[in-house]
């Protein structure tokens, strides 16, 4: 269960820290509204502690303005890492900037309650707030050990879920049972199972319809 993820990722786009911090700030309370208990969130432990109050005594533009590095050519990149208080913690990770492994934008929230995905109309509403506030090209809620049993788990590419957003409108194909929702100039596509019953051969289908299959990835 600890594979599982909602991730989003789009192309780099250079914003001010203002602007990025108030998508974070929209992203964090619509977490919120979706489950009341994830609310107060700190610094992650593992990259340094800097309490972040709920009450807003230390304002969340000042956590990604710290986090945020101006580099020579005039880009910048924000690295911030957040954990909420509680025993069964959601971890935060926004990247913006390139890195070595990417040069895209990307957001992940992992969560460590396994009972969480006995909710899942809940994370729907979560994955579609984080698409309205980031334009990503692609987010989904994967487990990323159930992609790479389907052998489409890569880097760069849409990690394919139980409920995955992508850019551009995605038809529907005979034999193939996936939901498909119009959304935010894009598709939503979603395995006709509850999370904790997907299987690799529903991820083969979603990606079967946005044209990934496995033996295109062994061609690169």
């Not at 909602?6 to 992203?27: C, F, K, P, Y």
């Not at 502690?49 to 990604?64: F, I, R």
């Not at 208080?85 to 992940?108: C, H, I, K, V």
């Not at 498909?180 to 894009?186: A, D, H, K």
Request: glycine content about 6%; some cysteine.
């Amino acid at each position: 269960m600890a594979s599982w993820l909602l991730r989003a990722q789009w192309a780099h786009r250079d914003e001010s820290v203002e602007h990025r911090a108030l998508r974070v700030g929209r992203t964090l309370t619509a977490v919120a509204v979706a489950f009341p208990d994830v609310h107060a969130w700190t610094q992650d432990e593992r990259w340094g502690y800097h309490v972040l109050e709920a009450d807003g005594t230390t304002p969340l533009q000042e956590m990604v303005e710290a986090t945020t590095k101006v580099l020579s050519n005039g880009s910048s990149t924000t690295r911030l890492h957040l954990q909420s208080t509680g025993e069964l913690p959601w971890l935060f990770d926004l990247s913006m900037g390139s890195t070595l492994t990417t040069a895209s934008d990307q957001l992940t929230l992992h969560w460590t309650d396994e009972d969480a995905l006995a909710l899942p109309d809940r994370f729907a509403q979560v994955l579609r707030a984080v698409v309205t506030i980031w334009e990503p090209e692609w987010a989904s809620i994967a487990d990323t050990e159930l992609a790479t049993a389907a052998g489409l788990f890569r880097r760069g590419i849409p990690t394919m879920g139980w409920l995955t957003y992508v850019r551009g409108l995605v038809a529907g194909a005979h034999g193939i049972d996936i939901g498909l929702t119009p959304f935010e100039r894009g598709t939503l596509l979603q395995a006709p199972v509850d999370p904790v019953d997907l299987s690799p051969v529903h991820i083969c289908a979603a990606a079967a319809l946005v044209g990934i299959t496995p033996e295109d990835l062994e061609q690169h």
